[in-house]
């Protein structure tokens, strides 16, 4: 992951910062219609729900524009972004993020998202746990995390996981494992050793990215932040298509990782994730090494 290098601050004219606030929110808009619509008529989405419960971002946030630090808006004082928490105008009406400010109240959790995401993404990318966390989460179960019934039957998804060896790195998965699957992971993941364990294989880790990108605010141009979104729900389609869970009705054919096929595609699609998530965590931290430099110029 390079270092970032900051170009001199950018100063958008009203027309361009607007017409890149009106794109941000139409797209976010867009992504947001399906889930706003169940919302209001009470159905669920096995699949796409996650990114609005497990992450809980409402939809009003999610379609709010930030440029990212050293970025000011021109004549951008008469606008309601001025009363955002993280941003400040300057004498002449030119509104920008407070980045001095964030990273001052933000500091410990700044320097664990940038330390985790650069220690990710200069690993090796490990390709052979083949979903079984969700499988793990379910063994010998009788009540899931999903109303959603296991396509091999409970007997057969604890076949499947007593059949493979797993070696799940990511704690926010590790942590849901069935109290019987916990001994079965050749790993121990947790809060505090997870810079030493992620790494950029895993699906999770790279759905992850719109959660770090979540929680660095107004530091993360909207542009990536939604990105990042796009990336996140991209993987949780493959994430519950290799899961046991029969998804059929939502997604088409599983990606039947019990059998050499399924494992073959299962590995192809991770490696191309793996690819993106690693793009989008350079991203979010050159956007937080431009507000540390931005916070050291004043």
């Not at 930030?66 to 004498?91: C, I, K, M, S």
């Not at 660095?216 to 993987?235: K, N, Q």
């Not at 595609?265 to 793996?274: D, I, K, L």
């Amino acid at each position: 992951m390079s270092d970032a290098v900051l170009a001199p601050p950018v100063l958008l004219t009203r027309a361009d910062w607007q017409a890149r606030e009106v794109t941000h929110a139409e797209r976010a808009d867009a992504i947001t219609a399906d889930w706003r619509a169940r919302v209001r008529s009470g159905q669920k989405h096995p699949i796409e729900d996650f990114l609005f419960t497990y992450y809980p971002v409402k939809p009003t946030h999610l379609r709010r524009w930030h440029p990212g630090a050293g970025v000011a808006l021109e004549d951008a004082g008469d606008f309601e972004r001025t009363a955002w928490r993280w941003y400040r105008t300057d004498a002449i009406g030119s509104v920008s993020v407070d980045a001095a400010a964030f990273l001052a109240a933000k500091k410990a959790s700044v320097d664990f998202i940038e330390k985790l995401l650069t220690r990710t993404a200069a690993r090796v990318g490990q390709f052979g746990c083949f979903g079984l966390h969700e499988w793990a989460m379910v063994y010998r179960r009788g009540d899931h995390r999903h109303d959603v019934p296991l396509r091999l039957g409970q007997s057969g998804t604890d076949e499947v996981v007593e059949s493979h060896r797993i070696g799940c790195s990511h704690f926010d998965a590790f942590r849901f494992f069935t109290p019987e699957a916990v001994p079965l992971n050749r790993l121990s993941p947790t809060r505090d050793n997870q810079p030493e364990l992620e790494q950029p294989g895993c699906l999770h880790a790279g759905m992850d990215v719109y959660k770090w990108a979540i929680k660095l605010g107004p530091l993360v141009p909207g542009e990536l932040l939604l990105d990042a979104f796009d990336l996140a729900r991209d993987i949780r389609w493959l994430d519950m298509r290799a899961s046991p869970y029969d998804v059929l009705e939502w997604a088409g054919e599983p990606v039947a990782i019990e059998t050499p096929e399924g494992k073959a595609e299962y590995v192809r699609q991770q490696r191309a994730f793996a690819d993106r998530s690693n793009a989008l965590r350079s991203r979010v931290v050159d956007a937080i090494r431009d507000a540390r430099t931005v916070a050291l110029t004043g």
